[in-house]
C-alpha cells in the first residue's frame, strides 16, 4: 500500500506541474499582444536569441550538407542513382534535418541563455520588482522573449537548410564531379514548395514554441540559488530536445502520410 500511495503521489505531482506549465503557457500567449507594442524590445531580442545563435547555425548547417552528400552518394552509387542525389538531400535537409537540427542547437545555446537569463532576474528579484511597480514580468520580460523567439526560429531553419544545400553542392559536384545541372534540375522539379519546404517551416515553428515557453518556464519557475539556476539550464535543454524529438514524429506522421 505504501508503494501504491508514493505513485500515486509521484503521479500527482507530475499532473500538477502539467497543469501549472499549460496555466502558464496560455497566460504567457495573453500577454503577447501588449507586448507587440514593445517593438523595440522585441527587436533587441531577436538580435540576442537568433542574431547570436547565426554562427553555429550556419556552421552546423554546412558541416551536415558535407556529410549529407558524401553519405547519400555512397548510397545512390551503388544502385545506379547517383543522379538523385541533389533531391535526396533537399528533402533530408528541408523536410527533416533543417528543423530538427536547427532545434536541438536552438535549444542548446538560446534556450539555456533565456533560461539562465530569468532565472538570475528571479534570483536578484528583479521580477518582484516589477511587480511591486505594477509592471506584469510576463507582459515586459517573457512575452517579448517569445515572440523573438517564434520569428527567430523558422529564420534560422531555413538558413541551415540553404546552407546545408550549398555544402552538399560543394562536396558532389566540386568534389565528387556529380554534374552540377542534373543536381539543380532534379531538386528543383522534385521538390514541392508548400508540401516539403513549407512543412520544414511549419515544423520549426513548432519546434520553436516548445524551445522558447520551456526555456522561459524553467527560468521563471527556478529556485532562486546559483544550483537553481544551473539545474534548470540542464532541465531546458533535455525537455526542449524530448519534446522535439517527439513532437517531430508526430508531425512527420501527420504532414507526409498520405502522397
Not at 503557457?25 to 545563435?53: D, T, Y
Not at 516548445?210 to 531546458?236: D, F, S
Request: aromatic content about 8%.
Amino acid at each position: 500500500m505504501q508503494a501504491l500511495a508514493r505513485l500515486g503521489a509521484v503521479a500527482l505531482d507530475q499532473l500538477r506541474g502539467w497543469g501549472h506549465a499549460t496555466s502558464f503557457f496560455f497566460e504567457l500567449l495573453r500577454a503577447v499582444p501588449p507586448a507587440m507594442r514593445r517593438f523595440g524590445l522585441i527587436v533587441a531580442q531577436v538580435h540576442a536569441i537568433g542574431n547570436r545563435s547565426l554562427v553555429i547555425i550556419l556552421s552546423s548547417g554546412m558541416a551536415v550538407g558535407f556529410v549529407l552528400a558524401l553519405q547519400m552518394y555512397y548510397a545512390l552509387v551503388r544502385y545506379g542513382a547517383a543522379e538523385s542525389l541533389g533531391l535526396v538531400v533537399n528533402l533530408s535537409l528541408v523536410r527533416e534535418l533543417g528543423p530538427v537540427v536547427t532545434a536541438l542547437l536552438f535549444a542548446g545555446r538560446a534556450g539555456t541563455s533565456l533560461t539562465a537569463e530569468i532565472g538570475l532576474m528571479k534570483a536578484g528579484e528583479q521580477l518582484a520588482a516589477l511587480e511591486l511597480m505594477a509592471i506584469d514580468p510576463k507582459q515586459r520580460v517573457l512575452a517579448p522573449r517569445l515572440v523573438a523567439g517564434l520569428f527567430s526560429m523558422p529564420i534560422l531553419a531555413v538558413l541551415f537548410s540553404a546552407v546545408g544545400i550549398v555544402g552538399a553542392y560543394v562536396v558532389a559536384v566540386m568534389l565528387i564531379g556529380v554534374d552540377g545541372g542534373n543536381f539543380w534540375s532534379i531538386m528543383q522539379t522534385g521538390v514541392d514548395v508548400w508540401r516539403d519546404v513549407g512543412n520544414g517551416i511549419v515544423k520549426s515553428f513548432v519546434f520553436g514554441v516548445i524551445c522558447t515557453v520551456v526555456a522561459l518556464y524553467q527560468g521563471h519557475e527556478t529556485e532562486a540559488t546559483p544550483e537553481g539556476v544551473a539545474y534548470a539550464t540542464t532541465r531546458t535543454v533535455v525537455i526542449s530536445s524530448l519534446w522535439i524529438l517527439g513532437m517531430d514524429f508526430i508531425l512527420t506522421a501527420l504532414m507526409f502520410s498520405t502522397p
